[in-house]
């Protein structure tokens, strides 16, 4: 009979700019402006998937105490795309989303509310937790803020794990 239940974090996923495991191109992101990464395969988990992830970014211009960056999970099935959300398609490559109204109904999981305004530090998410029983999903954030993001690739990474439950 099990004792515990234990939960071991997976391998790291990147998204971002350049040399991260799926592109998610977050560079000079403007003022009110969305971006969709790149789908993520998550068939190997088909009882679904506990993911926890932290997006790290910086702006380009000292942002406005307040202002927010929001994240949204797209979650995908091979018998539906983003329709359900009532959006239409959002594609499935790293993207521009053209407008707010493009990402009505997408939960969003998280955010980063700017608390100093600096160009020089990294600005961080709290964790993340969302459990899906997608086959895949693809992050979007939308910048929120009055300020564009930093053009520097590696000032931006959304960083993910899918924990893997270890019965004892």
């Excluded at 969709?36 to 702006?59: H, K, V």
């Excluded at 109204?101 to 020089?120: A, E, K, L």
């Excluded at 899906?132 to 009055?146: G, K, P, Q, R």
């Excluded at 794990?161 to 019965?167: F, G």
Aim: no cysteine.
């Amino acid at each position: 009979m099990a004792n515990a239940i234990l939960f071991t974090r997976g391998s790291r996923v990147t998204f971002e700019p350049t040399g991260g495991t799926e592109p998610l191109t977050l560079t000079s992101l403007g003022a009110g402006a969305g971006r969709i990464s790149d789908r993520y395969d998550l068939t190997a988990f088909p009882n679904g998937a506990d993911i926890s992830a932290q997006l790290r970014t910086e702006f380009a211009t000292a942002p406005v105490l307040g202002d927010v960056i929001r994240i949204h999970l797209v979650e995908w099935f091979t018998h539906r795309d983003a329709t359900l959300y009532g959006v239409g398609d959002l594609g499935a490559v790293d993207a521009a989303i053209a407008t707010e109204t493009d990402i009505d109904g997408v939960p969003q999981v998280g955010s980063i509310v700017v608390n100093r305004v600096t160009t020089t530090n990294d600005y961080i998410s709290p964790m993340i937790h969302v459990l899906t029983l997608a086959e895949m999903i693809s992050w979007v954030v939308w910048n929120e803020t009055a300020d564009g993001l930093s053009a520097t690739a590696g000032d931006h990474e959304l960083a993910m794990w899918v924990n893997n439950p270890e019965v004892q």
